[in-house]
């Protein structure tokens, strides 16, 4: 189907099999000084206690960051509750180029321990 006949497809197995790095999280000091916006409902909390927007925005000024209120082209991070979301922002953050971060992974990267 694939146009592949048996000898090349066990050459191909027989080949050694590359190392993949798995994908880095950066660190806080990779992502001090970086503009931040975040979009969706977050998901993670601190002791039982949900983070809001607000306190996201706080969290990460303190680590460093500057919160923005919404996507431009200056943006440097957005960071999303869901990967796949669809929102506004996320898809105008796509359509910019702009690099979008998973909740976890941020807060993961600037040290902050989330439940």
């Known amino acids: 189907m694939l146009g592949i006949g048996p000898d090349e497809v066990e050459s191909l197995l027989n080949q050694k099999k590359l190392h993949v790095a798995p994908p880095q999280v950066p660190d806080k000091q990779s992502l001090e000084g970086l503009s931040v916006c975040f979009t969706g409902e977050l998901q993670a909390s601190i002791d039982g206690v949900r983070i809001d927007r607000k306190q996201a ?8 960051l500057v919160p923005a209120k919404s996507v431009t082209k200056k943006l440097d991070l957005l960071v999303v509750a869901d990967a796949y979301t669809q929102s506004s922002k996320a898809e ?6 702009i690099r979008i971060m998973q909740e976890m992974a941020f ?3 600037l040290g902050i321990n989330v439940d």
Request: charged residues 30%.
């Open 107 to 109: 807060w993961q990267a």
């Open 57 to 64: 925005e706080t969290l990460a000024e303190k680590h460093g």
């Open 92 to 97: 105008k953050a796509r359509s910019y180029g």
